[in-house]
């Protein structure tokens, strides 16, 4: 667990036990955790119905870690649960990078952006790959259409 506190939980390697305690202390569905390290999880950004949370919204983003798996390894579903008081966000792989800021919108912008800048990291990566392909693909056939 990186942080806890009354208002901010942050939490790494989520298990079964910390998703149910947390479907019980916030009264949350508990198929909002379906896929909690599976790809196949959806992205989306709804609100919740919680006796516990006053206008409750769930955000399901993902993250893209860079270790040479297949990308269903690769992407991690990224739960973020907030109020005007309460935030949580959660995976069951790592957020090292993340640290609470001053508050709950300021630390949801802060988990965005670092999976942006993963994401992107990712796809310059593949980008070179390709170009890379691309390139002795025209030096050994030398034909017109892949010159397009």
């Known amino acids: 667990m990186l942080t806890n506190s009354q208002n901010i939980i942050l939490k ?3 298990t079964q036990n910390d998703i149910d ?3 019980k202390k916030w009264d949350l569905d508990p198929t909002i955790f379906t896929y909690p390290n599976s790809s196949i999880e959806v992205a989306r950004f709804i609100p ?3 006796n516990k949370l006053k206008n409750g919204h769930l955000l399901v983003s993902f993250d893209l870690l860079s270790n040479d798996l297949p990308i269903e390894q690769e992407l991690i579903p990224i739960f973020t ?3 005007q008081n309460h935030l949580f966000i ?3 792989r790592s957020l090292s990078e993340l640290k609470p800021q001053e508050n709950i919108i300021e630390t949801i912008f802060q988990s965005l952006c670092i999976q942006i800048k993963h994401l992107h990291a990712e796809l310059v990566t593949i980008k070179q790959k390709i170009d890379h392909l691309d390139q002795a693909a025209r030096r050994t056939t030398k034909t017109k259409e892949l010159k397009k």
């Open 12 to 14: 790494d390697q989520l």
């Open 21 to 23: 305690h947390l479907i």
């Open 90 to 92: 959660g995976t069951t």
């Open 48 to 50: 919740i119905d919680s």
């Open 81 to 83: 649960i907030f109020d």
